[in-house]
């Protein structure tokens, strides 16, 4: 997956309430320079979405966090993505487009913990958009999935001592854990465990990093 910048714009300040996933409307050769021209032709500064994603999985940045033109009343609130395509004609969507859809949805999650992921139309202002066959249903779930790749300590580490409500989270998180919890019940409890698993396993080395602070 290559994130290419068509816009060069630096960062916005909005924090987006939900990522917004629309398509093109036309074949899946498609463009981003298409979509700038389209939206240009409009009356448009320039291509109204957040990146757009070709059908070889190319992630282009155009407006970023910044205020979007494409998705009418929530411009300003929504992170919009397109895929070229045309997904009420086509039945899937390409793999390589696919994995760079999920990669990013993952990313910008991380980044928006509260955005809620969407599809245009939930907006009521398009019919099908992203096309009628857009399996939203899957994207919800591989978005949802943890990577299960073990951190390395160093890694853990250095996430944690840069992110201070990350320590607060990770403490208050030990100090509730019980002896006789075992792994499933904290799976229970405190469900997103992937990290936190990490961060048991590793807890003698953050408390000597808590001590020698
Ligand atoms: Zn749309």
């Known amino acids: 997956m290559r994130i290419l910048d068509y816009l060069n714009l630096p960062e916005g300040e909005m924090i987006p309430s939900a990522i917004v996933i629309h398509h093109s409307l036309s074949s899946s050769s498609t463009t981003v320079d298409d979509i700038d021209r389209w939206h240009r032709e409009k009356g448009w500064r320039y291509v109204g979405y957040a990146e757009v994603i070709e059908a070889d999985g190319d992630v282009w940045l155009c407006r970023k966090n910044r205020v979007q033109a494409a998705n009418y009343k929530y411009n300003t609130i929504t992170y919009n993505i397109c895929l070229c395509g045309n997904f009420d004609t086509n039945n899937y969507v390409p793999s390589e487009q696919w994995k760079s859809l999920v990669t990013r949805v993952k990313q910008l999650k991380e980044k928006y913990p509260n955005a809620v992921i969407k599809m245009h139309r939930h907006y009521g202002n398009t019919e099908n958009c992203p096309g009628k066959n857009f399996p939203f249903q899957k994207l ?26 990350k320590w607060v989270e990770v403490i ?41 602070k």
């Open 172 to 212: 208050e998180l030990l100090s509730n854990i019980k002896e006789s919890d075992s792994i499933l019940d904290l799976y229970d409890t405190l469900g997103d465990l992937y990290i936190h698993r990490d961060t048991l396993r590793y807890l003698p080395l953050l408390i000597e990093k808590i001590y020698n």
């Open 140 to 165: 919800l779930e591989e978005v949802k999935k943890v990577d299960k790749v073990d951190k390395s300590w160093k890694e853990i580490l250095r996430e944690v001592s840069t992110d201070p409500d």
